[in-house]
Structures are given as structure tokens and as C-alpha cells.
């Protein structure tokens, strides 16, 4: 039946049901009271929401963006009167929270900033606003805040259907959006932001789209909470506020829209009940509920609401020619690369040079540099001296989407992947070859490369694409991983231990693929291995890295019977 | 002082890497495991020292069971573990890498005097970043490290990679002196077949995370049997 | 001028009491307390209580540490434990701890200011203004406490400990190290020190269930401008940012230094991380 299916995908359409029929149920008092404002900050939460639950981004002071808008609006309200007045408190009680967003999104994405960082910096802005207010009593009431400001010329009814459409809007809106393309790279962002970037994407600039709209969802709470309340007061957009949002957010359900907005609404309305039953009492049980969500249930509530509702997201694939760059060598120069670590010294001055059509291995001991060579030249890792050139364009110290883009790509030693998200999904970002997706497409068709598609099939990947890349098996994880570097279609590509873990068969399916890439494909392929055996098998080039130096480098024959390689490195194993 | 290994099974997480493993080294003996990069060597040794779980089987030592219990409680019952990776804090001086080593309060001084003696190099450089140290002496640090404390099990992965012959000779000498002097049972990862028979008295050869050969030193044609079946 | 200077060292000193017991806990232990205002809130509390009780208010300098760190002693067990290297798990974890924390005193308090009385109300006589020897006292202890902490972490086989866990706790373990047992000591000792910086600062600021908000999001942005882990550099820090915030707020206004307080910090930390990019590693 195709409502089935319709509430299947969408069991929020039951809540809407919900939401519909409550004032008939309801006192007036909870319905144009309670519900009402439980709504608004209903939109809180949404908004902390997509900045949090999609895209990772841990605000602790999310009120301060929604308290700005309020207290913008009620400002325009209070002294300017005009037929313009209305409209023009709306416009400017949006654009608020969504420039100040904006403005620090700017400061925290762009700065080499961590997770800790943006927590404290947001918490500090949610401290620092009200005493802002506090500062400029003429425009803000001081102490006293904002009062007076005209309320909804609605019934109560009327009031209620009214907030409620708005916010049925904005979370529709907001649910094509995450379930877009776009939406599918902010979870990339949120998962797993050193593989987004090296598939070539600009996290810091995502990750700003995706902080301005959260200021702009939450600029719709801010117009409508001061016709709600008439009044604002300079805690509004303070600590209180803002943990209450967080803690809403992380009970109703982060990352699902839906989940948050019901929270805040369910919290909302029973706590004003039970704050007057048992004070502190209900404020101390929510706060040991949500320490326990953290710990052992971060899916919230609505996770378990949605797992009456499974869906499947399905998947097809289309090939196509593998966009052909040009049939000229490519060469990756190393020139004297030094790497260290404090006091420690890894890589001493390397110098080696990688060509396309080529395959090369490099092998070592461990803790001689190898992953640290990998991570150096893909910009992973900062360099303290020297050089990496790639096709006579300077690398070092690049990022690595930048690297990416230019045609280097590489694979992590343990398989780096989306793991929230499907198989399919995780291919799909990757054809994209950090390029932003539209808001308006949610792909299911997806275009790869000729040869990606073999591999897929090879895999045995192509009939799980509907299954997220968490519940892959170890060697299907380096399959994938192999295959979304391939989808940025590079030109060279550096493998970090491809082969481990992988049984026999495996190898050997890997080695001739692999054979194949550098053949057909004109791909250069720098592989760090481990396997002599398999490196014996596919190299046509070795070179050999012991104590932060290449030793050795050269064809099989004569690194395998080179002396010093064998004295430091191969034992005495012939075969 | 021995060290008895049923039905062994470990991983990474949900990645099996050891399956089915048996092993017995009787006290003061020295056994070497052998066999090819990602065969399960150091897997094998680091489920001894607890550093992963025990899946399936038990370990003993000393007749008692090795499961459930953490690293540092492993290694005060006497086990030593020689990490193949260059295991050492960086940013410490050589000084205090062996004093993080060293468990009982009383006279540092003197051990570190007899844990040193062997490496003058190291006795040069004390007071210097471990970081700062070449590979080699980095390598003569572990084993400095590894003599520091009495132990009744040593297990040692790769020591003699990345390492120059004489050095080699030396580590040798001293780990034959400790073996004799106080029937320190030794268990060693090696690559190099020639040094793991020339040193050992039994050996097992892993491939894939089995153990697929077994035998004492001393047979017959034993270095041709083990570079058969790794050839394979 | 003279006036300048002892409020910037009063600003800095207490910057570094009520900082250095979190820098501890997250340096050794990767763990992020953003309970940690409450931590010196309760510090602040059973100064206040000892008091009540009749007993002197240096007493309960010694017995704030004491009551601080058993409580977390207790705590971590429950739910530290579980934090260890997670940093956006215990930045929410710690986050309702404090939530949690905040509404107990407010059950059992209330919500209004209870003052704690100095141990001292002497002073000298400066430019005709009165000036505290409490404030000078807390001068001395950041100072003892900042010098105790360098010699310890540098001169002891604790400090040895602890720098080898925090470099590499799985091979700590091997060597020996009860890596756990380091973790509770730090968290007990971190949170000691906390409650003592809570005692320290009650009678300046007097004891309310919110006041630890004022001090978490400096102690965080402190040891972020000074780097995790490193003694001097939060030193460092804390006498940059507690001397600006409090030449500026005399300049202007104290809202003006706390401003002027996060931007710096933001600054000094893009500084350093150009610098610390080389340090850090991605992957082996």
C-alpha cells in the first residue's frame, strides 16, 4: 500500500497527526501556553540539530544565536512604528542568527580549531551575550529585558495551527535537505572528517553552510518566541537556554530532526507539572537520564522509535568511462623530505620519485616510516623540511583535499569510511570528487568508473550497498575503501598495506587488479607492503626504507640480492 | 617458568588474526617463532602480554592462567615483553625510559649501572632524548630496558631488525648469558631464520595465524624443512 | 601602577589555582571535565559548610581538597571511567555531571549566595585603599602549587609515571604500570586541587550553585592557549590572559576583558597549532 510506504519512511507524518488533532484534546492553557512555546524551542532543538546530530558540530551555546534574533526582533518592535514594521523585525530577526552564525562559523572553521575547542568557544558565547545585553540597558531593558512587545493577534487555536504549520515547514524543508546528497555529506562530515578531505572536499566550508543554517532555523524560533511571550528576558540567549537544548536534543534523539523537536516538545510539557511537584527533583532526573543517553543509548528516543520503521535505501549502479586525463607521465617527486615528531626523528631526508603506469612498492621494517612517508606526501602530516612535487606542482604542506584534487589520492592502513552511513552512500560522496552535491537530488543512481565497477563486482560489494559500511566485514572494508579512492579517479595512487588481513585468494585477486590499474588505467601505484611474497609478484619497482632512509631502490632482482637490504632487512630468506 | 598456549584463539575486534594456536616452552628453555610478515607472530605475543583479548583457549605460565588479566599485571608476574616497533617514550630521556621499567624502589643506580654496562653507547647518552637516538641505539635501549628488571619470561619480536651485525653478536652474547645465568625462559619473533636457529632450542612456524610446523633445533635438516614450508 | 600590578597578579593567580587541577585531569588523562565549575563550585560549598560548623576558615583550605577529591573518587569508577580518550563523550558526559551536580546543591542551598568568610581580614594600607593579604596569600599558594607541580612531574618517579602515560599508556602497561590506577590518582589529585581553588576563591566571589560558570570557560580556553599537557605553557597562558582581562577590565569594563579574553585565546591557539600541526600524527 503506498501510504504504508509513505508512513515508512516518514513515521513523523504519525506525529504530525498528533500535532493536528491535540487542541481538541487539550486545555487551552497547555495548547496556547505550554505546546506553543514548547514548539518554538521545539525549533531549538531542530536547529542545534543539524549542527550537532548531522554535521558533528558540538555548540554548547546554541541560545545565544536564538536569544540575538529575539532580542533583535523585539528591539525593532518596541521602537520603530510602521506598517513596515512587522516584516521588517521578521527579515532582520532571521538574518541575525544567521550572520552571526556565520561570523562564527567563520572563526571556528577556519582556524585550526578541535572539538574541544568549539564546545568551550560556543559555551563562552552563550556566558558573554547576556552580559552583553546587560551592557547597553538603553536598548535591551538591562536587567529588566525586553517587555511589552505585542503578542499574536490570534485565538488560541488559531495561534497553535499557526506555529504549527511554520514549523511543519521548516523541519519538511529541513528533512529534504539532510536526506539530499548534501545532507549525506554532512554525516560524511560528522563520521569521518580526515577521509571527507582526502577525498577532496572543503570540510571547512560545509561545515559553515551547515552552522549558517542552523543559525537561520533557529532565527524562525527567535521571530516567533517574542509574540509568544511578550517578553524577553537577558537569560534567554544565556547557559540555561543552551543546555537545555543540548540536553532536549541528545534525549529526544540527535540527528534525526524529528527525534529533537519531540524531545523539547515532551520535555516542555510534562516539566511544568513536575518542576512544581518535586523542584530540582525532575531537573536532576533529566540530567541523569541524559548522562546515561550519552553513555549507553546515544541514539536518544527516537531511535527506538524508528526501528519499528526500517527502510532500505536502494542503490544502482551505472559505469562509465573513467574521465581520461592525459596520457602524459606524471611523475611524484620527493626531494629530501624530513618528518619529526618532537625529539623524535622519522623520516631523516627521503628522496624518491614515483611515476604513472608504474607500480612500486616500498617495504621496511616497521616504525622505519613508511606510514609516516604516506601521510607526509597526502598531506596528513606536516613535514619539517623539504619537498614533494607532483606533476612540478608543489604538495608539502598542502591540504588534503587539495592534494586529492590534483590527482593523488590515498588508502589509510585501516580502512577509513563513513561507517553511519550505506555502502552506497559512502561510493556515491565519492564520485562527487569533493564537489558540493546539490540540496535537491537524493542520488540513488549512482555513475562510477568502468574499472570501480569491476572491482565492486569483484568484491561482492555491488549486492551490499544498502547495508551501512559499520557492518562490513574486515577485508570488505579495504575493498570499499579502494573503491572510493578510485572514484576520485586519480592519477597516482599511494596504497597503505592494501593487502593485510586479507586471505590468500584475496591477495592475489588484489595483486592483478592492481596490475591492471597501473596497465589499463595508466594509473602510478606506490603500495607499502609487508607481503614479500605478493610484492615479489606485482612490483616492477621496490625501494626499501629502513630508519627514516630508503636504502635501497631498484627492480625485484636487484633489491632482493642487494647485500646491505639483506643484511638489515630480509634475513637470510631466499626463496 | 613455563609457558603452556591452548586452543589459542585472538583478533582485533571482530578481525580474527589467531587460530587454533598450541604451544609449549618448557622453563628455561628458548624457543623462536618463525614465519613471514602478517603471519601472526607478534599477534601471538602481544595476546601473551595482554594486550589483546583472549577469544577462544588459555595461556598459562607458570601453571597459571594468563586470560582476563591486564598488561601491567602480566608483566609483574615476570613476563618481559621487547615490542618489535620502536616502544619507547620520546620525549623522556634514556634515563627515565629505563626507570619507567624499573618497579622497585630500591637502587636504581646500581642497576642501571649493570643494565647499561653492555651498551657504552648508551651510557653516553643519558640524559638525551630517547627520540633523539639513532635506530640501532634505539634497539640497544629496549634491550637495556628488557634486562633492567629480574624477569622469568622474556618475549622479544624482531630484535634484530634494522640492527648492524656486531650489535647483533652483542645482543646475542647477552641474551645467551641471561638464559644460562638465570634460566630466563625466551621466546622470539624472528625473520632472520639463520640467528632464531643458531640461538634457540625449539621453534614453531606460523603462517596465516596457525602454527603449521613445529620441531626442536637440533633434528635433522630442520633449517631446510622450515624454509620449505615457508617457501610454500 | 603598583595597584595594576597586584590585581594582574591576583587576576593571574587565581586564573591558575582554580585551572591547574583540569589541566591535570586532561592532560593525563585525555579526559575533558566540564564539570569542572561545579568541581570548584563543591570546593567553594564545603568551605562554606566548614565554617558554618563553626570552624576556621583555614581549615577548611585543607579539608575543600579532601571532600573534592574523595568525591571524585567516587565518581570515577561510575563514570570517568568510561570517558578516557573520548573527548566529545566526556564533554557531554561532564556536562550533565554538572547539570546533575548544580541541582543537588540547589536542592539541598537553595539558590541564593551564601558567603564564605576570609581567613584573614588583615591587609596593608595601599594609596589610601585597603589591600587583602588573602589576596597575596592565593598569590603564594598558585606559586607554590605551580613550582610544586614542575618539580614534581620533572624530579620524581611519579612525574616520570604520569609523562610515560601520557605519552603511551599501552606501553606503560607492558612495562608494568597500573595505567588505571595512574588515571583515578590524576582524576582525585585534579579534583583536589579543584576543590582547593574553589575554597580559595569563596570569599572573593561567595558560594552559589552558577558560579562555576564563570570559571570553566576560562580554565578551558587557559589550557587551550597553553597547550595540553604542558606545565609552563599553562603558566604561560594564564599570565597572558589573566593580565590582559584585568588591565582591560580596569581600562573598561569587566565585560570588555572577558571579551577581550576569548579573543586572545583564540588568537595565542592558531598560533601554537600552526606550530603543533608538525607535532601531531594522523596516521602510524
Given amino acids: 500500500m503506498k501510504i504504508k510506504r509513505i508512513i515508512n519512511e516518514n513515521p513523523a507524518l504519525l506525529f504530525a497527526v498528533a500535532g493536528l488533532i491535540a487542541p481538541f484534546f487539550l486545555s487551552d492553557y497547555v495548547v496556547g501556553d505550554i505546546l506553543v512555546k514548547a514548539m518554538i524551542f521545539g525549533l531549538l532543538a531542530v536547529s542545534l540539530d543539524l549542527a550537532w546530530g548531522y554535521t558533528g558540530i558540538l555548540s554548547l551555546g546554541h541560545a545565544a544565536f536564538f536569544g540575538f534574533g529575539a532580542y533583535l526582533m523585539g528591539i525593532v518592535l518596541l521602537n520603530w512604528s510602521s506598517p513596515f514594521t512587522m516584516p521588517v523585525a521578521i527579515i532582520i530577526g532571521i538574518l541575525g542568527p544567521t550572520l552571526l552564525a556565520a561570523l562564527v562559523g567563520l572563526v571556528l572553521f577556519y582556524t585550526k580549531t578541535s572539538e574541544l575547542y568549539i564546545a568551550v568557544f560556543t559555551l563562552s558565547l552563550s556566558i558573554l551575550f547576556p552580559q552583553l545585553l546587560l551592557r547597553v540597558p538603553q536598548w535591551t531593558g538591562g536587567l529588566n529585558g525586553l517587555s511589552g512587545i505585542p503578542l499574536f493577534p490570534f485565538s488560541v487555536k488559531e495561534k497553535y495551527y499557526f506555529v504549527f504549520s511554520i514549523v511543519i515547514v521548516v523541519i519538511f524543508v529541513l528533512f529534504k535537505i539532510v536526506r539530499s546528497d548534501f545532507g549525506r555529506l554532512l554525516i560524511a562530515v560528522r563520521d569521518n572528517e580526515d577521509r571527507i578531505r582526502s577525498l577532496g572536499f572543503n570540510t571547512a566550508f560545509i561545515r559553515l553552510i551547515a552552522f549558517t543554517l542552523s543559525g537561520a532555523v533557529s532565527g524562525f524560533a527567535s521571530v516567533l518566541f517574542p509574540p509568544q511571550n511578550g517578553f524577553i528576558s537577558h537569560s534567554l540567549p544565556g547557559f540555561v537556554t543552551s543546555t537545555n537544548a543540548i540536553v532536549w536534543t541528545a534525549i529526544g534523539g540527535r540527528g534525526t530532526l524529528v527525534g529533537p523537536f519531540l524531545g523539547t516538545v515532551l520535555i516542555n510539557w510534562i516539566s511544568p507539572l513536575l518542576n512544581a511537584q518535586f523542584p530540582h527533583l525532575w531537573q536532576l532526573f533529566l540530567g541523569l537520564i541524559f548522562i546515561a543517553v550519552i553513555i549507553v543509548f546515544p541514539g536518544g528516543i527516537y531511535s527506538l522509535v524508528l526501528r519499528f520503521f526500517p527502510v532500505l535505501k536502494k542503490f544502482s549502479l551505472i559505469p562509465r568511462a573513467f574521465t581520461s586525463r592525459s596520457e602524459e607521465m606524471c611523475v611524484l617527486a620527493i626531494k629530501d623530505l624530513k618528518v619529526g615528531y618532537g625529539s623524535l626523528e622519522v623520516l631523516r631526508g627521503i628522496n624518491y620519485e614515483v611515476r604513472s603506469k608504474q607500480l612500486q612498492c616500498l617495504i621496511g621494517p616497521n616504525g622505519a616510516g613508511k606510514s609516516t612517508l604516506v601521510g607526509a606526501i597526502s598531506g596528513n602530516i606536516a613535514p619539517s623540511a623539504g619537498q614533494v612535487l607532483f606533476g612540478g606542482i608543489p604538495l608539502q604542506r598542502k591540504s588534503p583535499q587539495f592534494i586529492t584534487r590534483k590527482g593523488l589520492a590515498r588508502t589509510f592502513q585501516t580502512a577509513n569510511l563513513f561507517d553511519t552511513l550505506t555502502v552506497g552512500e559512502n561510493i556515491l560522496l565519492a564520485t562527487y570528487r569533493g564537489n558540493l552535491p546539490s540540496i535537491f537530488h537524493q542520488t540513488n543512481c549512482i555513475q562510477v568508473p568502468e574499472s570501480v565497477n569491476r572491482i565492486i563486482e569483484l568484491s561482492g560489494l555491488q549486492d551490499k550497498l544498502s547495508i551501512p559500511a559499520s557492518l562490513l566485514g574486515h577485508g570488505e572494508r579495504k575493498w570499499l575503501e579502494l573503491i572510493l579512492v578510485l572514484c576520485t579517479e586519480p592519477r597516482m595512487v599511494l596504497l597503505d598495506e592494501p593487502t593485510a588481513g586479507l586471505t590468500t585468494a584475496e591477495r592475489i585477486e588484489v595483486g592483478a587488479l592492481l596490475k591492471e590499474l597501473t596497465q589499463e588505467a595508466g594509473l602510478g601505484l606506490l603500495l607499502i607492503e609487508h607481503d614479500i611474497d605478493f610484492v615479489k609478484s606485482i612490483a616492477q619497482e621496490i625501494a626499501v626504507l629502513v630508519d627514516g632512509i630508503i636504502i635501497a631502490s631498484g627492480s625485484v632482482e636487484q633489491v632482493v640480492n642487494n647485500p646491505k637490504v639483506n643484511e638489515l632487512y630480509l634475513g637470510d630468506i631466499r626463496s | 617458568m613455563s609457558l603452556t598456549i591452548e586452543g589459542l584463539a585472538s583478533g582485533y575486534g571482530r578481525t580474527r588474526a589467531l587460530w587454533d594456536v598450541h604451544l609449549h616452552l618448557e622453563s628455561g628453555h628458548i624457543g623462536s617463532l618463525l614465519g613471514l610478515n602478517g603471519a601472526g607472530k607478534t599477534t601471538l605475543l602481544r595476546t601473551i602480554m595482554g594486550l589483546l583479548p583472549i577469544q577462544e583457549g588459555d595461556i598459562r605460565f607458570m601453571g597459571n592462567s594468563l586470560k582476563d588479566l591486564e598488561a601491567h599485571s602480566i608483566a609483574r608476574k615476570g613476563i618481559t615483553y621487547v615490542p618489535q616497533d620502536t616502544a619507547l617514550f620520546p620525549d623522556l630521556t634514556v634515563e627515565e625510559n629505563l626507570k619507567v621499567a624499573f618497579r622497585t624502589k630500591t637502587d636504581f643506580d646500581a642497576a642501571l649501572k649493570r643494565a647499561v654496562e653492555p651498551f657504552p653507547v648508551l651510557a653516553k647518552r643519558l640524559k638525551q632524548h630517547a627520540g633523539t637516538l639513532s635506530g640501532g641505539e634505539q634497539k640497544m635501549l629496549l634491550l637495556a630496558r628488557a634486562l633492567l628488571v629480574p624477569s622469568r619470561l622474556i618475549l622479544i619480536d624482531e630484535v634484530t631488525e634494522g640492527v648492524q651485525p656486531t650489535a647483533l653478536e652483542r645482543f646475542r652474547t647477552i641474551l645467551k648469558a641471561l638464559n644460562e645465568k638465570d634460566h630466563t625462559t625466551i621466546l622470539l619473533v624472528e625473520q632472520n631464520i639463520g640467528f632464531a636457529l643458531d640461538f634457540a632450542d625449539e621453534y614453531w612456524v606460523m603462517k596465516q595465524g596457525k602454527i603449521v610446523l613445529q620441531g626442536r633445533v637440533e633434528d635433522q635438516d630442520s633449517r631446510k624443512i622450515i624454509e620449505e614450508t615457508l617457501a610454500i | ?284
Avoid at chain 3, 581549615?59 to 581538597?65: E, G, I, N, W
Avoid at chain 3, 541541582?103 to 585597603?130: D, K, M, S, W
Avoid at chain 3, 598560533?271 to 596516521?283: N, P, V, Y
Fill in chain 3, 1 to 284: 601602577m603598583l595597584f595594576g600590578v597586584l590585581n594582574a597578579a591576583s587576576a593571574i593567580s587565581i586564573l591558575l589555582v582554580t585551572t591547574v587541577g583540569l589541566a591535570i585531569i586532561f592532560g593525563v588523562m585525555g579526559v575533558v571535565n566540564l564539570a569542572h565549575g561545579e568541581f570548584l563550585m563543591l570546593g567553594a560549598y564545603a568551605s562554606v559548610i566548614v565554617t558554618s560548623l563553626g570552624f576556621s576558615p583555614w581549615l577548611s583550605l585543607l579539608l575543600a581538597p579532601l571532600m573534592v577529591g574523595l568525591l571524585a573518587v567516587m565518581i570515577e569508577p561510575v563514570l570517568i571511567r568510561y570517558l578516557y580518550g573520548k573527548t566529545m563523550e566526556s564533554i557531554l558526559a561532564t556536562w550533565g555531571l554538572g547539570i546533575v551536580l548544580r541541582q543537588v546543591v540547589e536542592l539541598i542551598f537553595g539558590t541564593r549566595h551564601h558567603e564564605a568568610p576570609y581567613p584573614t581580614n588583615a591587609g596593608f594600607a595601599l594609596q589610601n585603599v585597603h589591600y587583602s593579604y588573602y589576596r597575596l596569600f592565593i598569590m603564594l599558594v598558585a606559586v607554590l602549587l605551580a613550582l610544586a607541580l614542575i618539580w614534581i612531574q620533572r624530579k620524581t618517579d611519579l612525574g616520570v609515571i604520569t609523562r610515560a602515560v601520557m605519552d603511551n599508556p599501552s606501553l606503560a602497561s607492558v612495562l608494568g604500570i597500573n595505567v588505571k590506577r595512574v588515571y583515578l590518582s590524576a582524576f582525585a589529585v585534579g579534583s583536589a586541587i579543584t576543590g582547593l581553588g574553589g575554597a580559595l576563591v569563596a570569599p572573593l566571589v561567595s558560594a552559589f550553585p552558577a558560579m562555576g560558570l564563570s570559571f570553566v570557560t576560562d580554565s578551558f580556553l587557559v589550557i587551550l592557549a597553553g597547550g595540553t599537557g604542558s606545565l609552563p605553557g599553562l603558566i604561560g597562558s594564564s599570565a597572558l590572559l589573566g593580565a590582559t582581562d584585568s588591565i582591560i577590565s580596569y581600562l573598561s569594563d569587566p565585560v570588555m576583558g572577558g571579551i577581550v579574553f576569548v579573543i586572545l585565546a583564540i588568537v595565542v591557539m592558531t598560533l601554537r597549532s600552526g606550530r603543533e600541526l608538525r607535532e601531531r600524527t594522523h596516521s602510524g
